[in-house]
């Protein structure tokens, strides 16, 4: 087997560090599972004994490599990781979508895959220039996430917009016009939500497309942080969202 190497973005294969995030990226994709790193300092987990059972069981190779892990999550405590094939996935045009326009942070990213996950937002178009999805930092962010998720990237928001002009747009705003509460429940199916980069926001230019939305906050701070707005707000539209007749 080849040597592996230190993450790079140039590389076609990532890593997916902890117990649970490798055995989420086995259930979720075995076929792009490579190999399994495991840590000789946790062979009497129950989750490891688990993990590298169901990994042979798969036909994946399993090696001990304390030294690559260390590097790998530049901790001592990463017990296991899981080598997988970089891959995006093509959106579902049926569903509604979220757009991050040029996230840039590795936890916000991690952590919005999770949450959109767990509020049924399986459709995500990530606008360069980005973060890097697979970053293993991101990988372990999102707890596996990103393995039961579709994601693509576009050039610019306008090549997103190109392929699927039927959604219904809400970009996300410090100056919407329609608070959130308000613009959910009239939401048209299916809909993209837009959400802008953690410290400029979304450009003037997204206000005049579709029905720019507002969460309403107190005056004592300037705005959310990124992922705890994509959570209101798939929050808010999951509970609200009126599903079109079979």
């Known amino acids: 087997m080849p040597k592996l190497e230190t993450y790079d973005r140039s590389l076609s294969y990532s890593y997916a560090p902890g117990i649970f995030p490798s ?13 399994l790193l495991v840590s000789s300092a946790g062979e009497s987990s129950e989750g490891m004994r688990r993990l590298v059972q169901e990994s042979e069981a798969a036909g994946i190779r399993v090696e001990t490599a304390d030294r ?6 530049h901790k001592d405590n990463c017990y296991a990781a899981m080598v997988f094939e970089k891959r995006e996935s093509p959106l579902a045009r049926e569903r509604p979508h979220i757009v991050l326009h040029h996230p840039s942070d590795s936890g916000n990213l991690g952590t919005i895959l999770r949450t959109c996950l767990g509020f049924g937002f ?8 980005a973060v890097d999805l697979f ?3 991101v990988v372990r962010a ?3 996430a990103l393995f039961s998720m579709s994601v693509q990237h576009y050039d610019d928001f306008e090549a997103y917009r190109a392929e699927f002009p039927e959604h219904a747009l809400y970009p996300f705003m410090l100056t919407g016009a329609v608070p959130l509460g308000e613009a959910a429940p009239e939401a048209k199916y299916p809909y993209t939500l837009v959400f802008g980069n953690e410290a400029s926001g979304l ?9 720019s939305v507002l969460i309403p906050h107190s005056a004592a701070i300037d705005s959310l942080n990124l992922a705890i707005a994509v959570g ?5 539209f999951a509970r609200a969202e009126k599903k079109p007749e079979a």
């Open 23 to 35: 055995m989420e990226c086995l259930h979720a994709c075995p076929e792009r599972c490579l190999r």
């Open 68 to 73: 690559a892990l260390a590097r790998i999550a």
């Open 122 to 129: 399986q459709q995500l178009a990530i606008v360069r220039p």
């Open 135 to 137: 970053d293993p930092r």
């Open 142 to 144: 999102s707890m596996g």
């Open 203 to 211: 450009p003037d230019a997204f206000a005049r497309m579709g029905t």
């Open 232 to 236: 209101i707000g798939t929050y808010t």
